[in-house]
Antibody
Framework: QLQLQESGSRLVRPSQTLSLTCVVS??????????WNWIRQPPGRGLEWIGY???????YYSPSLKSRVAISVERSKNQFSLNLTSVTAADTAVYYC????????????????WGQGTLVIVSS | IVLTQSPGTLSLSPGERATLSCRAS???????LAWYQQQPGQAPRLLIF???NRATGIPDRFSGSGSGTDFTLTINSLEPEDFAVYYC?????????FGQGTKLEIK
């Protein structure tokens, strides 16, 4: 059974870097057809896609966050990570890692498995 | 593509039928539309993909329909556990976008 588990800093100071890691069990992140996504949800609001790393290693970011986001993978540990720089209070959200069933022709996806999410608060 | 979900809140009783709408600002390619359910404090759960395909383990009281710009999620005979927030998402056009959600509450 596929499981995704987020870990990382829960409280981040403004202007600092938010760092999260997602450990995947029950499937290899190198399996074809899937992307490994980060999605966030500010308290009481909707879902916002941040970016993903494809099984091939290609990486795609949301245009609105592209200048501040980096996603990386550590295949030996079957995990992938998110760094978000220069954070502000607007970055306070529950951050989810998730597996996307990905169309290789348009690189778009829907999510079939989610992590439980981790609340990250940006505050001094 | 902007997805607009309606109504914002739907108040119904257990046993009733719920009809949730998701309207796209332009046609969604290949009916690439998904629906998710989110319970308070939990991650979303995939219900429907490809506009009308139920995900694994989803009861058949959930059904999706539609094409082009108009999509519908129907829940027949509401169970207590169905009261939640529902999101639509299109993945036919880049970038992928989500609707703002419909809250289904107990009347």
């Amino acid at each position: 059974q596929l499981q995704l588990q987020e870990s990382g800093s829960r409280l981040v100071r403004p202007s600092q870097t938010l760092s999260l890691t997602c450990v995947v069990s029950g499937a290899s992140i190198s399996n074809g057809g899937y992307s490994w996504n980060w999605i966030r949800q500010p308290p009481g609001r909707g879902l916002e896609w941040i970016g993903y790393i494809y099984h091939s290693g290609n990486i795609y970011y949301s245009p609105s966050l592209k200048s501040r986001v980096a996603i990386s993978v550590e295949r030996s540990k079957n995990q992938f990570s998110l760094n978000l720089t220069s954070v502000t209070a607007a970055d306070t959200a529950v951050y989810y890692c998730a597996r996307g069933v990905t169309n290789p022709y348009n690189n778009n996806w829907y999510i079939d498995n989610w992590g439980q999410g981790t609340l990250v608060i940006v505050s001094s | 593509i902007v997805l607009t979900q309606s109504p914002g809140t739907l108040s119904l009783s257990p046993g009733e039928r719920a009809t949730l709408s998701c309207r796209a600002s332009q046609s969604v390619s290949s009916r690439y539309l998904a629906w998710y359910q989110q319970q308070p404090g939990q991650a979303p759960r995939l219900l429907i993909f490809g506009a009308s395909n139920r995900a694994t383990g989803i009861p058949d009281r959930f059904s999706g329909s539609g094409s082009g710009t108009d999509f519908t999620l129907t829940i027949n005979s509401l169970e207590p556990e169905d009261f939640a927030v529902y999101y639509c998402q299109q993945y036919g056009n880049s970038p992928v976008t989500f609707g703002q959600g419909t809250k289904l509450e107990i009347k």
